[in-house]
């Protein structure tokens, strides 16, 4: 599998930079590696529901009632990258404010995408579309040109799309309930009109 320092050799290799042996060497392409190497992740894990970082979650209700508004607020995990469900009906109103979602229960499971850190964990897909974000990033810096980083921010786009389907596909997929002004819309629509 793969490590932060492999990850990030792999973007210096779409760069046409050298090497690095860790995170920490006091080389220009280790600190910038360093610098960025822990928030362009968490942006391409925000990016998709990948699989690998997905989690289920009973929240605990916080003793502190929201001002106005809602009745309740839960705390998010410490891990909470990007909320992708909840267990209330699809009518129930919630807001994320903070580190709180804001609603009206007494009891809140949530699905949700978890910053995983160890690339052990990773999808090799992923790593891929990380390493290739990363590469986006730093071109400018390393290599002194605009047109690479563009060409790797695209490069990253490829990567995500394709990593996006094949991910997708490693489930049964979501029943999806038509509600009254879609029906009525393909009612209009086989109509002719």
């Known amino acids: 599998m793969a490590s932060e320092v492999q990850v990030c050799n792999l973007a210096l290799a779409k760069i046409g930079d050298q090497q690095i042996i860790s995170l920490t060497e006091n080389s220009k392409a280790g600190r910038l590696c360093n610098l960025v190497y822990a928030s362009m992740r968490d942006a391409v894990l925000r990016s998709h529901p990948w699989n690998f970082a997905v989690a ?23 891990d909470f990258l990007r909320l992708l469900k909840t267990d209330m009906v699809d009518t129930a109103k919630f807001v ?56 790797l921010f695209n490069l990253y786009g490829t990567k995500l799309s394709e990593a996006r389907t094949v991910d997708a596909t490693e489930g049964t997929p979501d029943d999806i309930t038509a509600d009254t002004w879609l029906n009525s819309r393909i009612s209009f629509v086989g109509t002719g009109v």
């Open 56 to 78: 289920r979650q009973a929240l605990a209700l916080d003793s502190t009632a929201p001002a106005y508004e809602f009745t309740s607020q839960f705390a998010l995990p410490v």
């Open 96 to 151: 994320l404010e903070g580190k709180y979602i804001l609603c009206d229960a007494d009891t809140l499971i949530i699905k949700y995408i978890r910053q995983e850190t160890d690339p052990e964990a990773f999808d090799f897909l992923f790593i891929e579309t990380l390493a290739a974000r990363i590469a986006a990033e730093l071109a400018i810096s390393l290599a002194d040109s605009r047109t690479m980083s563009v060409d």
